[in-house]
């Protein structure tokens, strides 16, 4: 199927993209400035998961300043990860999207910038990503290499099995090693030195791969329809009217998951309260009430299921290192 006339693209008239002067307007949209905060939160949230883990199981404990300054360091690397990652899956996904009624007004489909200056920009994220990266401990580095691999091979997934979410998943969760080995906690050396702490970490790591699937198979359920009459590979596709039923046994596993990581940290009951209530909570609503077959519902439960998912699981690990920090006083 060609490509769309550029006749056929309407300049967004609301939010952050609308802002922009009509030059700018193509990167802005390259690097999805109007899907910046659910983007980010998807991208950054296992890191958090990490760091907030790290702070609760290590000693002497960690600091608030600590904490935060640390934090902040990786979001704002992540940032940058972002612009990059979404970029480079457009350069790599151009002939795929203009198969796809929803992606066919994307910037390099469209034409509205060539692939070259594309390229430009993915480099230059990347770069300043790294840059950022570079000011965590050293431990921090061989784990970002491997992440950033990840995402490099994520857009490659979908042209050789409909499993991509759990790909994604992987991607997404291996974030989660940077933010422990930024605080000195490496996954192998912790296994070496308290197996039972590392199992934790795992059970964790699976807990948000979980979540990936989750949103990501809810997300593609948008395109099924174009994914099928063009041969693209999608877990939605081969799921089709068994998504919910999977989904809930997936998010079974995750609550059993993460109760199991409270229970190997001496977890509070904010930690339950937050962690296991609240995605056990978020997921009952998302499957009652999303209709898969509706798009525009798949959108946004997909952005509730990152927020109110990952929210839970990031606040219960917080209200951990709250009760902990406050115990110590």
């Not at 790290?54 to 934090?71: D, E, M, N």
């Not at 910038?113 to 993915?122: C, D, E, G, R, S």
């Not at 050789?160 to 933010?179: H, K, N, R």
Request: proline share 5%; charged share 15%; hydrophobic share 45%.
């Amino acid at each position: 199927m060609a490509p769309p006339s550029k006749s056929t693209y309407e300049p967004p008239k609301l939010g952050l993209l609308s802002l922009l002067p009509p030059s700018l307007l193509p990167l802005g949209e390259l690097v999805r400035l109007d899907k910046i905060a659910a983007g980010i939160n998807g991208f950054y949230l296992p890191f958090l998961f990490g760091s907030l883990y790290s702070a609760c199981i290590t000693q002497p404990r960690i600091s608030v300043l600590q904490l935060t300054t640390t934090c902040g360091t990786l979001f704002i690397a992540v940032c940058f990860l972002h612009g990059w990652a979404v970029a480079y899956n457009d350069i790599l996904d151009r002939d795929l999207d203009a198969k796809v009624e929803r992606c066919r007004n994307r910037v390099l489909v469209r034409g509205a910038m060539t692939v070259q200056t594309a390229i430009i920009i993915v480099l230059v994220h990347l770069a300043c990503c790294l840059a950022v990266f570079a000011l965590l401990s050293q431990q921090c580095w061989p784990y970002t290499v491997v992440h950033i691999i990840l995402h490099f091979s994520y857009p490659l997934s979908k042209r050789i099995t409909d499993y991509t979410p759990f790909v994604l998943g992987l991607t997404f969760a291996s974030g989660m090693f940077v933010g422990t080995a930024a605080f000195g906690i490496e996954p192998f050396t912790l296994w070496r030195e308290d197996p039972k702490l590392a199992i934790g970490l795992g059970c964790l790591f699976a807990s948000s791969v979980i979540w990936t699937l989750e949103f990501e198979t809810i997300y593609a359920h948008q395109d099924v329809r174009d994914d099928e009459k063009a041969g693209i590979k999608s877990l939605a596709v081969r799921l089709k009217d068994r998504t919910k039923t999977i989904i809930g046994g997936l998010a079974t596993l995750q609550v059993l998951l993460l109760t199991l990581v409270g229970q190997i940290i001496g977890a509070g009951l904010g930690f339950y309260a937050f962690a296991c209530g609240g995605t056990t909570l978020s997921m009952g609503l998302i499957l009652g009430n999303v209709r898969l077959e509706k798009p525009h519902e798949c959108l946004k439960f997909f952005l509730i299921t990152i927020l109110t998912v990952g929210g839970s699981i990031a606040l219960g690990l917080l209200s951990e290192y709250v009760r902990l920090s406050v115990s110590k006083l």
